[in-house]
């Protein structure tokens, strides 16, 4: 593996954050997404949302390259009783897939989870993605369940399974 780095994003990170999630948005089912976004409109109703500590959080991933990839946890549902629950995601830049990015950056963030006032991790996978499956398993996640052809895009109906962590004292991961 290259010489890479996790770490808290900085302003300017927000170009290459757009870029790799724009491809997903124009490219793949991954997200539902179906308009890319500007760098503002990214700025604004996302990268704002993020802390340097709490349970919503942003690492990026950086190589010789630039920023290669991130990972973040978000607000799993607008209501009170569901605070200590979040969402995690993972992206990274195509060109990179497959050198184990992914894992570094879900390494760290789960880390500085444990840190905080979470108690439950959820991820929803568009099927079929075996690799993020995979990942998602070896991070100790389980499947509790699809929602079948819940999203319209790229002119088809596409399955959502989603998956769960313990976080916290309990868990076995």
């Known amino acids: 593996m290259d010489k890479a780095l996790v770490r808290v994003p900085q302003d300017h990170d927000i170009v290459a954050l757009t870029a790799i999630y724009n491809h997903y948005v124009v490219a793949t089912p991954i997200t539902f997404d179906l308009k890319a976004f500007t760098v503002p409109e990214r700025r604004q109703t996302w990268f ?7 349970r919503h959080r942003l690492l990026v991933l950086e190589n010789d ?20 629950s979040v969402e995690s995601s993972v992206y990274v830049a195509p060109m990179c897939v497959g050198r184990g990015y992914g894992t570094m950056l879900y390494t760290a963030l789960f880390e500085e989870l444990r840190k905080e006032d979470v108690h439950r991790v959820y991820a929803g996978i568009t099927l079929p993605n075996d690799a993020s499956i995979a990942l998602h398993k070896r ?4 499947s509790v369940g699809v929602y079948s ?13 989603w ?10 991961t």
């Open 48 to 54: 704002e949302h993020y802390a340097a500590t709490g």
């Open 65 to 84: 390259e630039g920023v290669v990839g991130y990972c973040c946890s978000s607000t799993f549902r607008p209501k009170g009783a569901y605070q200590t």
């Open 139 to 142: 991070f100790g996640f389980r």
């Open 149 to 161: 052809e819940v999203g319209y895009k790229l002119e088809r109906y596409w399955d959502v399974e």
């Open 163 to 172: 998956f769960e962590k313990r976080l916290g004292s309990e868990a076995t």
